[in-house]
């Protein structure tokens, strides 16, 4: 894969990265002697058909699994040498998450369902409460604070989604088919709002999708084929 040039910054630095799951006794390799460099600010899709291992590489670069060999740096920091707690701790600070399933909390409000990550920084009233008022006015839903998920439609529930992703103002947002579960119109709706907060706060973006919509929204676009990662059409 190419190099950076001289005035970008590398962000996640990955290199020989190596998992394997065991499969019917034996193991299978998903991803072998992986290497990649992903660009502070830029947004990046990762396609491949499923069992490729999008989702295990976001789950390594957040810290969720561990690799068999190999080193992830974010942001400078070899996340593969920390302790899980450490892992955590980092993960909780730097990454929003944002998934197909909307994993709101059913027996909490939309303003909870958001504080929830906030607390879990620390970050208390009334900090709290103006970052939640600015990010439903970002996502367009400053009049739902109080409803609970099971009234919103499901493109309005991964509004939520989005904005509880990034209340914390993370520098990485990994996003694992975010608009899976949307009819077309809706998907592009939640992607035009994605992209566009995304690029306002100058964070960066790596999205696992089948989607060519959401490819579109890309900088790059990278294709994990035999454990390893290529620009998309090669």
Do not use: W
């Not at 002697?33 to 990762?46: C, H, P, R, S, Y």
């Not at 409803?147 to 509880?164: K, M, N, T, W, Y």
């Not at 900088?219 to 090669?234: I, M």
């Amino acid at each position: 894969m190419a190099s950076p040039s001289p005035n970008q910054s590398v962000q996640i630095h990955i290199r020989n990265l190596c998992r394997s799951f065991e499969e019917g006794g034996r193991r299978h390799a998903v991803l072998d002697n992986l290497n990649a460099d992903f660009i502070k600010g830029e947004t990046v899709a990762l396609r491949g058909r499923s069992g490729s291992g999008k989702s295990t590489l976001l789950n390594l670069i957040s810290g969720i699994d561990v690799p068999d060999q190999g080193e992830i740096e974010v942001a400078g920091l070899n996340i593969t040498n920390m302790s899980e707690r450490d892992r955590t701790l980092f993960r909780r600070e730097h990454i929003g998450f944002v998934y197909q399933a909307f994993n709101l909390v059913s027996t909490l409000s939309v303003s909870d369902n958001i504080r929830l990550v906030l607390e879990l920084n620390g970050v208390t009233e009334p900090e709290a409460g103006n970052r939640i008022r600015e990010m439903l006015d970002a996502v367009d839903l400053g009049d739902r604070a109080g409803s609970f998920p099971d009234v919103l439609s499901g493109g309005e529930q991964q509004r939520v989604a989005i904005a509880r992703a990034l209340v914390h103002r993370p520098s990485l947002l990994l996003a694992d088919e975010p608009t899976g579960n949307l009819d077309d119109k809706t998907a592009e709706g939640v992607l035009q709002l994605l992209d566009r907060l995304i690029r306002q706060t100058g964070g960066t973006m790596i999205v696992a999708t089948h989607s060519a919509l959401v490819a579109s929204y890309c900088d790059r676009v990278l294709e994990l084929h035999n454990g390893a990662l290529q620009p998309a059409g090669r």
